[in-house]
């Protein structure tokens, strides 16, 4: 089993909907957890970071963290064509450890 | 910009070339990192440094070979590679170990004839 699973897509929307982006992990070690956005012939970039469970908003963007069924969701409201990227999930077991493990990335097109 | 400078942005070398992968970062840093990145597959550790100590060596062939002369500027040296090397490398760095998130760089995309 994987650590980290994430389904690749593509997840093709129309613009100004939700989207829902998730990640499934099997270590309940993990205490820290990102989101990265990766455009195009670019590197990733950091765009949402969670410590343990719970919510966290900016913006358009919702972060959630359920420890008890290992699951992170990244929320997009009124999602824009600028939207479209690969997003990756990453989780982290504390600062001192220097291993974070990342998802393969969704693929998200929206539709103008 | 990310204020993490990779260069080249696109290497083409043959198998039994030896060329240099640089990354240059300005922002302070705790660690620097070396990923690969392979279409549809997670990111990849390759190596970690730790204030210019190589702390992390994620069992990678001695084809690759890093060195971290100062606290900006990290190399990816490159020898005898082969064809499944061909990846996007990207160049991170962290403020401490790295759960706080990564400034990465935008990669060199290498591809190995």
């Known amino acids: 089993q994987k650590e980290v699973e994430q389904d690749p897509g593509p997840l093709s929307v129309p613009e100004g909907a939700i989207v829902s982006l998730n990640c499934t992990y099997s270590?309940?070690?993990?205490?820290?957890f990102m989101w990265y956005r990766q455009y195009s012939r670019k590197g990733p970039e950091l765009l949402m970071y969670?410590?343990?469970?719970g919510n966290k908003e900016d913006g358009r963007f919702t972060a959630q963290v359920d420890k008890s069924s290992k699951y992170i969701s990244l929320f997009i409201r009124d999602s824009q064509p600028s939207d479209s990227a690969t997003y990756l999930c990453?989780?982290?077991?504390?600062?001192?450890?220097?291993?974070?493990?990342f998802g393969a990335g969704t693929r998200l097109f929206v539709k103008a | 910009e990310t204020g993490v400078t990779q260069t080249p942005r696109h290497l083409v070398m043959g198998m039994t070339n030896k060329k240099s992968l640089k990354c240059e970062q300005h922002l302070g840093h705790n660690a620097m990192y070396w990923y690969k990145q392979s279409a549809k597959k997670p990111l990849e550790l390759m190596f970690v440094?730790?204030?210019?100590?190589?702390?992390e060596n994620n069992s990678v062939p001695s084809r690759f070979s890093p060195e971290c002369p100062n606290s900006s500027h990290l190399f990816l040296h490159l020898h005898t590679l082969q064809p499944e090397d061909s990846a996007l490398y990207l160049c991170?760095?962290?403020?401490?170990?790295?759960?706080?998130?990564?400034?990465f760089g935008s990669g060199t995309r290498l591809t190995v004839v």
């Open positions: 270590n309940s070690a993990f205490q820290y």
């Open positions: 990453a989780m982290g077991l504390d600062t001192g450890g220097f291993k974070t493990i």
């Open positions: 969670t410590y343990s469970s």
């Open positions: 440094y730790s204030l210019e100590e190589r702390v």
């Open positions: 991170a760095r962290s403020q401490r170990g790295g759960g706080e998130g990564y400034t």
